[in-house]
């Protein structure tokens, strides 16, 4: 089977640049390892920015529907120190330039914009190869089999495309995160409530710090940052959800309880989340008819940009390709070198302002980055 343009993987940056490609009558077949959009959870909520998530959106004419899921309010953020002092207190004014959404309401939005049958569920990509000039083949878990003019990695982290590109694989960065969930927190846990209030809190320390996000219906969305080594996360049983709650908790003693309490108090059994980047700066040499997006190109530790760059690395990808429509490589080309440093600046950012993020983020940025450096515990 021959398909002209193929996309591995039915993410935001995948379906992005499927959807951009749409709108200019380009077709495409996207390829996804899941067996349905329903197949799993897409996360909690992402936080759209106005610089480089909502261009792509504005490319892809779903700005309509993308202010249909906006959850109002969801801006604000909160900085406490361990002990429940507010360092910054933030109110969502309409104004920050980074709305709230669901992840797979996101998802959902490209997913409806897109022909029946651009997303083939059920391909797990087993590795691709080059059969061609500028001919790549993909071979599918269940031994099926498609040649491409043109291959996109949309795959993630742990990319089946990337090796035609790269031997770059991602590292353990040293820090992993728990995932709890509070339900009915307004009710059941006033204290820890109020302390996230209405948005997103962040709670900094070295080697340790607590994010939590206020979602729908009183749901308090956390993780738990530590810097532990994989050795030290593989000794924890983490099949034992009351003795792996109490371990990570532990690590947390002396902080004010009602920070505490989105770890202990959790609703869900603990989820850990090791982080994994790239080298800083990945790029590789022009490989004729095939490229990578998003996470599979500049995988980096969260940091806020990674949805945002893979829909705009699909965005920008597209418009290469429609201004170039004779002439892929020159497409490539021309989006590889402004994608290069494009995602190594938020990848390298210490703890300075950063290009593009409303004034308020800064400060919260500033002050995490100072108590960071005084070493407090």
Known sequence: MYTPVTIIGAGLGGLTLARVLHVHGIPAVVYEAEASPTARTQGGLLDIHDYNGQLALEAAGLMDEFHTIVLEGHQAMRVLDQDGTVLLDKADDGTGGRPEVYRGALRQILLDS?????????????????????????????????VTGLLVGADGAWSRVRPLLSTATPEYVGTSYVE?????????????????????????????????????????????????????????????????????????????PELTALIADGDTAPTLRPQHALPTRHRWDRVPGVTLLGDAAHL????????????????????????????????????????????????????????????????????????????RQ
Request: charged share 20%.
């Open 180 to 256: 709890t969930y509070l339900f009915d927190a307004d009710t059941r846990h006033p204290a820890a409530a109020k302390a996230v209030g209405g948005g997103m809190l962040i709670v900094p320390a070295q080697g340790r710090e607590i994010f939590a996000h206020r979602e729908s219906g009183g749901t308090l969305h956390t993780y738990a940052a530590l810097t532990r080594p994989q050795d030290w996360f593989a000794a924890i049983d983490f099949t034992d959800a009351a003795a792996a709650t109490a371990r990570i908790a532990a690590e947390f003693d002396g902080w004010a």
């Open 300 to 375: 980096t530790p969260p940091n806020g940009e990674g949805a945002n760059l893979a829909m705009y690395d699909g965005a920008e990808l597209a418009k290469a390709l429609v201004a170039h429509p004779d002439d892929v490589e020159a497409a490539l080309t021309e989006y590889e070198q402004a994608m290069f440093p494009r995602s190594a600046a938020p990848a390298t950012f210490e703890g300075g302002e950063v290009p593009g993020i409303d004034s308020e983020h800064n400060t919260a940025q500033a002050l995490i980055a100072m108590i960071t450096k005084k070493g």
């Open 114 to 146: 897109l022909p029946a049958g651009t997303v083939r569920w059920g391909h797990k990509v087993a590795g691709a190869r080059t059969v061609g000039p500028g001919r790549h083949e993909v071979t599918f878990a269940d031994g099926g089999t498609v």
